[in-house]
């Protein structure tokens, strides 16, 4: 199956720094991948998502990229905010296989202060 | 959003009771999800439905059962709790398998077992 490797595990940024978030995964078949944000005490919330036809793609002050002959991914926060400090996991799935399930990093803790 | 709530929020029980956690979506999504979240291990699938009466294992399933009887609920049961799986648990749901049906969490259930 599916086997997702992220780093760091925490990240200390000050704010109005960059923060980058690195995924690598297994599965060549693999072909989108979706970043998710959880706050403290809430439900993990999709912020931005990638396919494997996209080499990156940018939301305002986020920005995912996508290699796929190296077979990772990363995820750019840029001016970093307070309200940016969270737990960021990045997912990969094989969407042309059926009813493929989501396979997640263990998440980055971003700290912004 | 209130699309998918869980209950109860928090539950604490003993080793060896039985629990079920409760997962109601008013989307009328096909698949739903269990994970648990747990510390150094990110998000874990537990088990997983792609319609009513139809349910397969995921990456952690021991010790766990579910049911689908109805498209709109997906109780996740600890039949016989035990410590190691004090976690918190995340019910979640989407329309299909296509890039536009992002996955949607419920608040989750924080679970203790003493």
């Known amino acids: 199956g599916e086997n997702v490797e992220q780093h760091p595990s925490t990240l200390s940024v000050q704010e109005g720094d960059s923060a980058v978030i690195k995924c690598t995964y297994s599965?060549?078949?693999?072909?989108?991948f979706p970043w998710y944000k959880q706050e403290l005490g809430k439900r993990p919330q999709l912020i931005i998502d990638i396919r494997s036809n996209v080499g990156e793609k940018k939301d305002q002050r986020i920005a995912v990229t996508l290699n796929k002959t190296a077979k990772h991914f990363s995820l750019h926060i840029t001016e970093t905010q307070p309200e940016d400090s969270a737990v960021y996991f990045c997912a990969a799935s094989n969407m042309n296989s059926g009813y493929s399930t989501l396979t997640f990093g263990k998440g980055t803790m971003l700290l912004v202060s | 959003d209130a699309g998918i709530t869980q209950s109860p929020r928090y539950k604490i029980t003993e080793t060896g009771r039985q629990v079920t956690l409760m997962c109601h979506q008013t989307w009328s999504h096909s698949y739903m999800f269990w994970y648990r979240q747990d510390l150094g291990h990110g998000l874990r699938l537990i088990y997983y439905s792609a319609a009513a009466d139809i349910t397969d294992k995921g990456e952690v399933p021991d010790g766990y059962v579910v049911s689908r009887s109805k498209t709109e609920n997906f109780p996740l049961t600890l039949e016989s709790a035990t410590r190691s799986q004090t976690s918190v648990y995340f019910c979640?749901?989407?329309?299909?398998?296509?890039?536009?049906?992002?996955?949607?969490f419920g608040n989750g259930t924080r679970l203790t077992v003493t």
């Open positions: 979640a749901s989407r329309g299909d398998f296509s890039y536009n049906s992002p996955l949607h």
């Open positions: 599965d060549s078949a693999s072909n989108y």
